[in-house]
Nanobody
Framework: QLQLVESGGGLVQPGGSLRLSCAVS????????IGWFRQAPGKEREGVSC??????NYADSVKGRFTVSRDSAKNTVYLHMNSLKPGDTAVYYC?????????????????WGKGALVTVSS
């Protein structure tokens, strides 16, 4: 099993940047994929990115603005968010599937963090 904890959320102005962290613990030695998801008020949870061994896939809505990096020594994955828009306001979750493959479909994830709120507003 994996335990995931997000941090780094907060309030940021439109056009600003923010970095979220996802600390992973538990059965990390087997390797894992990490997805970032978000859920805005009144909307369904949607995939933002998914990182596996071969690289990262991004949702069209964040391509060119969001990037993912990974510090394997710390078992931490980061979501770097730039050029933020009010429409990016949501609770952001990191998640991991039991298998090694990646998907932007929330139903494909087995382990979830509790989420971090990101608010983009002036």
């Amino acid at each position: 099993q994996l335990q995931l904890v997000e941090s780094g959320g907060g309030l940021v102005q439109p056009g600003g940047s923010l970095r979220l962290s996802c600390a992973v613990s538990g059965a990390t030695s087997r390797g894992y994929s990490i997805g970032w998801f978000r859920q805005a008020p009144g909307k369904e949870r949607e995939g933002v990115s998914c990182t596996a061994k071969l690289g990262t896939n991004y949702a069209d809505s964040v391509k060119g603005r969001f990037t993912v990096s990974r510090d394997s020594a710390k078992n931490t994955v980061y979501l770097h968010m730039n050029s933020l828009k009010p429409g990016d306001t949501a609770v952001y979750y990191c998640a991991s599937p039991e298998s090694s493959w990646c998907t932007l479909n929330p139903k494909g994830m087995d382990y979830w963090g509790k989420g971090a709120l990101v608010t983009v507003s002036s």
